[in-house]
């Protein structure tokens, strides 16, 4: 439950505060779409039924006093005639937008053709089958498949452990109220730029009875959320520097809004969660929901502003297509053969030789895309010094940060309990997920099957732990320079620590013969070995302030 103490509201109400456009008298959405999310298949027909005549009436233009569609209610159709897994309520939304249509009712048009800018609809959006089931139970339990869960299906084993760890996170009983959950998700999101998410836990706030002002500005949000700014941006962009003295300033009692230390774990986690889920954003270039500012219009198609796919054979990208793919399957059985000659070596190096290959590691030079532009008002409003961003280490010899050994302070051994003690099951939960994502495997790689891929699974892992300064004394990072070829080193490094700079360019650019799927796998293992990073550097902090 919520804590009682003055500087932290008591947990609220799913229920909104005020009445929401959706609301509104003669709104044909509200009862029917709710009970559209029943699990029993009579209930679910009897909703559509009654949205598809409430819908009808509404659009009974000339009927003294009859009530207007609103905006509202026209993206939730649109909605759910994207991605509701269940076909049925899928082409009544997509048949009752027609009809509107029809009716000389402006209808709003989705501007992406599928969630992601870089991977073909076609690839997620499949009939049916046992792969849905996962995304027919999140529809009916969160009564939307957002673009995340849709992507994130091609791997149902991880995304189960997600939607878990999710739920948990926002929706289950702890220390902090959900709208407050809800706003630290969106303060996280903001530092790297993700409209994407700052709209998504907007609305979750608002749901949650959040006063909606706070979203204008940080500064209308209480002392106790401010007081977590250096955090935010530490953990956002160098949780390395993060120490006892910040944990400290929180929760000590002359804090001027003071955090328990149950209260300021969950912060951590959902910081740190919120954080690496804009790694797989940008990572995966996922498009704006439907129901998102920048996800629909009311503009008709035009010919000129239809965007070329980077898969069209007339792309620039691909005027050279025969021999990329030439190319591609060169490298795949490159890397097959490096795999395999790693598996087998024998050499021991000694312990100096491994500490000088990580310090190579870390110190390479490995440009990022070109920064963007100035992010949109209503992420920039809520975010304080937006200058801070990730800093590469020192070479070795200048004022590099001290490295973290991962035997002096690791997951399994020291921050797991701590997190578990602190925030009961959430170790345990984060933990299965860091499993699944270090152990997926399909025994493939690009068009060969019965692959082991375990060592480049693990040279992802910890090449991204070095980017974040963490060294694991028995692993020999010359596997890293010998697996990971620079595409995709400037890939992981770009979505790892400057993810609002990934572009389609840089996600094309890396194992150009691999299915997508493999990509959003590679992704995935970025997005928790960022989170794990980050989460240590924060829990040694916390250990220590404990002492």
């Keep these: 439950m919520a804590s009682n103490g003055e500087n932290t509201p008591g947990q609220v109400s799913g229920s909104r505060r005020h009445k929401s456009e959706s609301e509104s008298d003669g709104d044909p959405t509200v009862k029917s779409l709710a009970r559209l999310c029943s699990r029993d298949v009579e209930e ?53 937008l027609r009809t509107a249509q029809e009716q000389g009712v402006e209808v709003p048009r989705a501007l992406a053709s599928g969630p992601s800018a870089f991977i073909p609809a076609k690839e997620m959006l499949k009939d049916p089958g046992p792969d849905q089931d996962i995304l027919i139970e999140s529809f009916l339990s969160l009564g939307r498949v957002d673009h995340i869960t849709m992507v994130m299906a091609l791997h149902p084993a991880y995304l189960s ?58 500064e209308h949000a209480p002392t106790k959320l401010r007081s977590l700014q250096t955090l935010n941006k530490l953990l956002a962009h160098r949780p390395w520097l993060i120490t006892q003295q910040h944990i400290q300033e929180l929760v000590c ?22 954080h690496s889920l804009c790694s797989f954003v940008w990572g995966c270039g996922l498009n704006p929901e439907p129901d998102h500012i920048g996800g629909y219009t009311y503009q008709l198609p035009s010919p000129s502003h239809i965007p070329r796919s980077p898969h069209s054979p007339h792309s620039p990208a691909h005027e050279d297509g025969r021999q990329e793919l030439v190319d591609g399957a060169m490298e795949v059985e ?16 000694t312990q100096e030789e491994m500490v000088t290959r990580f310090e190579r590691e870390r110190s390479e030079s490995i440009p ?35 490295t973290m050994r991962a035997q002096d302070y690791s997951w399994e051994d020291h921050g797991f309990s701590l997190l578990n003690r602190l925030l009961p099951d959430m170790g345990q939960l984060l933990d299965e997920k860091f499993q699944v994502v270090s152990n997926l495997t399909y025994h493939r790689m690009a068009m060969h099957e019965g692959v082991d891929t375990h060592t480049l699974r693990k040279a992802l892992w910890n090449y991204i732990h070095c980017l974040y300064g963490i060294r694991y004394d028995d692993y020999d990072y ?47 293992i970025v997005m928790e070995a960022r989170l794990q990073a980050a989460l240590l550097y924060t829990l040694r902090a916390i250990t220590h302030y404990m002492r």
Excluded at 177 to 199: E, F, G, K, N
Excluded at 379 to 399: I, N, T
Excluded at 483 to 508: G, I, N
Aim: glycine letters at 4%; aromatic letters at 6%.
């Design 44 to 96: 679910r027909a009897a909703a559509l039924e009654e949205l598809s005549q409430g819908v009808l009436l509404c659009l009974e233009l000339n009927r003294p006093g009859s009530a207007r569609l609103s905006k509202q209610t026209l993206l939730q159709l649109l909605r759910l005639s994207r991605s509701c897994p269940l076909q049925e309520v899928r082409e009544r939304a997509t048949e009752l």
């Design 161 to 218: 452990c997600f939607l878990r760890t999710q739920h948990a996170l926002l929706e289950m009983d702890g220390p902090l109220p959900c709208h407050w959950r809800h706003y630290i998700a969106v303060m996280a999101a903001a530092r790297h730029h993700c409209s994407y998410l700052v709209q998504q836990h907007s609305a979750g706030f608002l749901e949650a009875g959040g006063e909606e002002s706070w979203l204008s500005g940080l």
């Design 253 to 274: 009692p002359g804090a001027e809004a003071r955090w328990s230390l149950a209260e300021l774990i969950h912060v951590v986690v959902l910081m740190a969660q919120a």
């Design 334 to 349: 490159v890397l097959m053969q490096r795999m395999v000659e790693l598996q087998q070596q024998e050499e021991e190096c």
């Design 368 to 402: 990022t895309a070109v920064v963007r532009g100035a992010p949109p008002d209503l992420v920039l409003r809520l975010v304080q010094d937006p200058e801070f961003r990730y800093e590469d280490f020192a070479p070795k010899g200048e004022q590099a940060p001290p």
């Design 478 to 524: 010359g596997s890293v320079n010998v697996l990971l070829e620079r595409s995709l080193k400037v890939f992981v490094k770009t979505m790892a620590c400057h993810p609002e700079q990934t572009t389609a360019r840089v996600y094309h650019a890396f194992w150009r013969h691999f299915r997508h799927s493999e990509k959003v796998h590679a992704n995935l």
